[in-house]
């Protein structure tokens, strides 16, 4: 592991380097798809807001936040090249903290999860396992570019999705339920492949082959903007299908504002990318909300 000459060896994390590593600005996704299961179930809240929070709280800071740690442990190397003021390359995170930091979060995801129910711990479960084979070899997902966003995409949207209306309903998942919350996770596939843009120069000198290294940066944006478009509007189909067409004119707007900010990606994909990452993905889990109370109607 490098660590930067222009500062002295620590024995400890520094706490500011410890919060990055964990990466606070990713916990919004699967926090803001959990609350959407919440309201998809149909199910009442009364007497059960206490799961709704720690829901929450697993989803994003505990889950989330230690697959962040988890991935920035294994990608260490790498961004020594993408990014050398990164907690772990900089030396601000030492040794083996890093991993010892990830390995916490993921016992302590656990210990939360099973406070959850069955269907929560079980979820769970799935998330902490998730996390690891996306970064950590042998499997190490994340060296392609179909596996590893398709992973992360159900990992942040579907299953914080179905987790939410799973212990809220006790279980009883209605099938429209599962299928939406199936879409938006595939459809975030591309919202990760926007992502990796930002790593392209280390990905492919270290042998990750993420779609913008094996397409290039406009292919591999037109792939992710055909990925997230395609299930959204599938979406709306089956909202109209399903009776409720102002929901399903709601999510049409929001994709076809998310059209308008593709067209200015393309003009420049590589440096545009962050800015659709901020701009495009508020619009998309805009119309998941949407979706989740059309969701909630049908109960």
Not at 167 to 175: C, D, E, K, Q, Y
Not at 224 to 253: E, K, N, S
Request: charged share 10%.
């Amino acid at each position: 592991m490098d660590v930067s000459p222009s500062l002295p060896a620590r024995r400890f994390p520094e706490p500011a380097a410890a919060l990055r590593l964990i990466k606070p600005i990713t916990w919004f996704p699967p926090m803001w798809a959990y609350v959407c299961g919440v309201i998809s179930s149909g199910a009442s809240p009364a007497g059960q807001w206490h799961l709704v929070l720690l829901g929450v709280l697993l989803a994003g800071p505990i889950v989330c936040g230690m697959s962040q740690a988890a991935n920035d442990w294994c990608d260490r190397h790498v961004d020594a090249i993408n990014e050398p003021d990164r907690p772990i390359p900089s030396g601000r995170i030492p040794g083996r903290w890093g991993l010892w930091i990830a390995l916490a979060m993921s016992a302590l995801s656990l210990f939360v999860g099973w406070q959850l129910g069955p269907w929560g711990f079980a979820a769970t479960i799935a998330g902490v396992l998730a996390a690891w084979a996306y970064s950590a070899e042998p499997v190490r997902l994340k060296r392609s570019g179909w596996w590893g966003p398709g992973l992360v995409g159900l990992s942040y949207e579907t299953l914080p999705w179905i987790t939410g209306a799973a212990v809220l309903a006790a279980g009883a998942l209605r099938w429209e339920v599962l299928l939406v919350a199936l879409l938006y996770g595939l459809g975030a596939h591309g919202i990760m492949t926007l992502n990796d843009f930002k790593a392209l120069e280390g990905d492919r000198k270290m042998g990750v082959n993420s779609l913008p290294v094996t397409l290039g940066p406009r292919r591999a944006a037109q792939v992710a903007c055909v990925v997230m478009a395609v299930p959204q509007a599938v979406v709306i189909a089956l909202l109209a299908l399903w009776d409720r067409p102002a929901h399903a004119a709601g999510v049409a707007i929001v994709l076809l504002l998310q059209f308008w900010a593709m067209t200015i990606m393309f003009r420049d994909p590589k440096a545009k990318a962050p800015w659709y990452n901020g701009t495009g993905v508020l619009l998309y889990v805009s119309g998941m909300m949407v979706a989740a109370f059309a969701l909630r109607g049908l109960a």
